[in-house]
């Protein structure tokens, strides 16, 4: 006889706690680690410095920083979930962000036209990068390696030695350096919460009508009240006056290129897990062979994720070019490619295909955006933020690697 909805226990908060409790116990730690590394830093450098850490205009210059390099980390991803690599996503967000301002600027392009100009080029460079990995079954590590250093001498001669290109449009540049009116935040944070609340709640009614386990209305109203309140706190702290002189200049308001990071995540989480094509990244990033013998088309699966990245790192070159009010030789460079690997990576991506979720990218992005930004405030060298960052890395790469020796030894995985 088969199940009906009054067969299977709806998921309440104790449920749900427990059952949370038995994955992290049996390998899947998730973006667990991310989120104490991200407690314990924020912790260590408010007690270090909590007259600057701690501010308004601190915690908004942290989203501005770090937002170019979420960005291309979840473009990236896509393409470690196939257990790929892409060393040249820095220098794609580069060249991409100098398409951008050579035609915008000394072509005199409008906005919009260069914007698509460089996505395309984002594009058509992971449409390459993909056809040698998926087609030639060159190794990624070495295409990448090489698209690398080439792009990084069309950057140079895009640019040209030493020079800049600057970005006089008030649109791009305020995309990453404007904030939102004070009440478009409140209305943001409305319309994030109560999306949650109701997707939250559809599902639950549409699993129950097909006999599945559901989430009970508390652990809904659980997880959207944690999500009101921390998202809440954000705004409010937002929305607080952080300018030294308002008569002047008043500056206060959700940065604009939150929303930006907003619309991307819920986009490209709704391909990830909601349509076929996500699934299948994740059935080739877990045992390529067996998705070919299912019938999914790997190549394919492949190109689409090189593309895929390579855009999004484009649209980072935008973030970079925006925040920076020009490109120069050294936009995107090897720090960028660097810290957003690591900020995948330590968001709870796995380095060995199969694992991970758009939201790693946000995670780990804001670990490293509060690394660079404590460790500046502290006056640290460029050398002992590499080393910590290293260091976290290093811990991520490590917690990865234990937790699918312990998902096997469990049969979790």
């Not at 390529?288 to 190549?299: K, S």
Request: proline share 3%.
């Amino acid at each position: 006889m088969s199940a009906t909805t009054h067969d299977l226990p709806e998921q309440g908060v104790a449920a749900a706690v427990r059952s949370y409790i038995g994955r992290t116990r049996g390998g899947d730690v998730g973006a667990l680690p991310a989120v104490l590394s991200l407690i314990v830093l924020a912790a260590v450098f408010t007690v270090l410095r909590p007259s600057t850490f701690t501010n308004a205009f601190n915690f908004s210059n942290l989203l501005h920083q770090g937002a170019a390099v979420i960005v291309i980390a979840m473009g990236l991803v896509f393409v470690l979930l196939l257990g790929e690599i892409d060393l040249s996503a820095g220098f794609t967000a580069g060249t991409s962000a100098a398409v951008m301002g050579v035609v915008l600027t000394n072509h005199g392009w409008p906005w919009y036209a260069s914007v698509l100009a460089c996505i395309l080029t984002g594009a058509v460079i992971g449409t390459c990068i993909g056809a040698l990995v998926a087609r030639l079954g060159i190794p990624s590590f070495v295409v990448t390696l090489a698209a690398f250093l080439g792009l990084q001498g069309v950057l140079l001669k895009l640019v040209g030695e030493g020079g800049t290109v600057p970005i006089r449009n008030d649109i791009l540049l305020a995309i990453n350096n404007d904030n939102m009116p004070v009440w478009a935040g409140w209305v943001l944070w409305a319309v994030v919460v109560g999306g949650f609340a109701v997707l939250s709640v559809r599902r639950a009614i549409r699993r129950r009508s097909h006999g599945l386990q559901a989430e009970d209305l508390s652990l809904v109203v659980a997880k959207s009240l944690v999500l009101a309140v921390l998202l809440g706190a954000a705004t409010y702290f937002l929305s607080i006056e952080r300018s030294r002189n308002p008569e002047v200049s008043s500056i206060k308001g959700v940065p604009q290129v939150v929303l930006v990071l907003l619309v991307l995540l819920v986009v490209l989480s709704f391909v990830l897990s909601r349509t076929s094509f996500g699934r299948h990244v994740y059935a080739v990033g877990g045992n390529a062979e067996a998705a070919r013998r299912a019938g999914i088309n790997v190549r394919r699966v492949k190109l689409i994720c090189f593309v895929i990245g390579s855009s999004l790192a484009a649209i980072g070159g935008i973030l970079i070019a925006s925040r920076n009010n020009s490109i120069s030789p050294n936009t995107g460079a090897a720090d960028t490619l660097l810290y957003a690997v690591g900020a995948a990576v330590i968001g709870g991506t796995s380095l060995f295909g199969g694992k991970g979720r758009v939201l790693d990218a946000i995670l780990g992005g804001l670990v490293i955006a509060v690394i660079i930004n404590g460790m500046g405030l502290l006056n640290k060298p460029s050398s002992t933020v590499y080393m910590v960052t290293g260091f976290v890395l290093l811990v991520a790469a490590s917690v990865d690697a234990l937790s699918r020796r312990r998902a096997a030894s469990t049969g979790n995985v």
